[in-house]
């Protein structure tokens, strides 16, 4: 129970603590759950590939239900395999994703003032949902849809923790706060629904009820895509890296943004639950236990990256030498990966360039950012930082 309530605490400082261990899989348990952590890249791998589910699944992930109602994340086998084909890969490949951004961050760029600290984190969030929005359903959000998806954001958490499923119903006011605030969220994706069956518009939904007659699926993948959106860690801490390396320029933000996802994984680990005893190299994982990958480990494991706490983006130059495929893996891979990898890594080249084009940070206070982990990692408190206008 110690080490649940120390992980609970805080997630980093507990990972940081299973790094020093050199065992290749790194047992530890949270309360009743009995975890087992890669640390080696092949293993990663081997695990990452495997489409053998059972014995492999998800698991506690199935809590997410409660908000989303099913959709891609919830769904194994071949309906994953379609869902992810028929109805996101177009989607995902539409050029007004990138576009809208590129226009909402020029204006959230305009809209700062030299010398007045900004919270970025705050204002990184609501600017990715606007574009994911907007580019949904064609309009801007309204204030409503923007506070529901931020106690959607909350819940995630606590639906992943003991009894989160079962918490959902209960008469706490958190729980009622969340289920009004999925109301009113469904309620506003089921309007631009209504109306795109009735009459088509340029926009992903319309593209969307093309292809899904289900209205219960189409509003699932609408909320997974504003759910699962990362992007605005990403920039954070971007942005925050800059700040604290001017030697650093933004000619190709690439390497940056590569580095960035290395140091600052937005999804900083995630798991797999096994139903049937599970080898693995040697070892048996047994039936009922976890499997846990860290990004947040792998990324700065001293093993695998030389001087890995140090923000390098020359790392990612052509021809340099790095550690082996799955020392690194923002976006997870294999048939699970992220399906939104190439859009989120230009969107975030076109946010960053369309911020950096106008304005330089630094830090508006003096102690560094406190990494925390919550559904991403998150500076704890924010992140103010001062604009200055380049010259
Ligand atoms: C920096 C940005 C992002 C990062 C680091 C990221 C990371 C990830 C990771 C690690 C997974 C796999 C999780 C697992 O296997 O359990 C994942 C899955 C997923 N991501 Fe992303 N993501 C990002 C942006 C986005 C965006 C912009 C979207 C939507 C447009 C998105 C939609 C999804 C969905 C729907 C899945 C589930 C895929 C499946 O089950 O097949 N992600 N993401």
């Known amino acids: 129970m110690l080490a649940l309530a120390r992980f609970g605490a805080d997630p980093l400082r507990f990972l940081d603590g299973l790094r020093g261990d050199d065992r290749d899989v790194v047992p530890f348990s949270l309360g009743p759950v009995h975890c087992h952590l890669l640390r080696r890249p092949e293993d990663l791998k081997a695990v990452l590939d495997d489409e053998d589910w059972p014995p492999l699944s998800r698991g506690r992930l199935m809590a997410l239900d409660r908000w989303y109602g099913g959709g891609l994340i919830l769904t194994e086998g071949a309906e994953h395999h379609r869902q992810r084909d028929e109805l996101w890969k177009p989607l995902l490949a539409d050029p007004r994703t990138p576009a809208i951004a590129a226009a909402r961050a020029e204006r959230l760029a305009a809209s700062w003032f030299e010398g007045a600290p900004v919270e970025l984190f705050g204002e990184l969030r609501t600017l990715f949902w606007s574009i994911d929005w907007e580019a949904l359903t064609g309009e801007a959000p309204a204030p409503e849809v923007l506070a529901a998806l931020a106690a959607g954001t909350d819940a995630m958490q606590w ?57 219960d699926l189409v509003r699932a993948t609408v909320k997974q895509w504003l759910g699962a959106d990362q992007l605005h860690a990403l920039v954070t801490w971007a942005l925050y890296l800059l700040a604290r390396h001017p030697e650093v320029t933004l000619d190709d933000p690439r390497p940056v943004i590569k580095e960035a996802l290395r140091l600052y994984p937005p999804i900083w680990g995630f798991f797999r639950e096994v139903s049937a005893d599970y080898r693995l190299d040697g070892v048996t994982i047994p039936k009922g236990h976890v499997i846990a990958l860290s990004q947040w480990v792998t990324h700065r494991d001293p093993a695998l990256w030389s001087d890995a706490e140090r923000f390098d983006p020359g790392r990612w130059a052509d021809g340099a030498r790095r550690p082996p495929d799955l020392s690194y893996f923002p976006f997870s891979a294999g048939p699970y990966e992220c399906h939104a990898h190439h859009l989120a890594m230009t969107e975030a080249e076109v946010v960053l360039t369309a911020l950096c084009r106008r304005w330089s940070f630094r830090p508006a206070d003096e102690h560094p950012p406190q990494p925390t982990a919550t559904g991403t990692i998150v500076p704890k408190g924010g992140l103010r930082m001062v604009p200055t206008a380049r010259s």
């Open 159 to 215: 639906l992943l923790g003991p009894f989160g499923r079962a918490r959902w119903g209960w008469p706490l006011p958190s729980s009622a706060r969340t289920r009004a605030a999925r109301a009113r969220l469904d309620a506003a994706i089921d309007r631009v629904i209504a109306a795109r069956r009735a009459q088509p518009a340029d926009d992903l939904v319309s593209r969307l009820v093309e292809r899904e007659p289900d209205d």
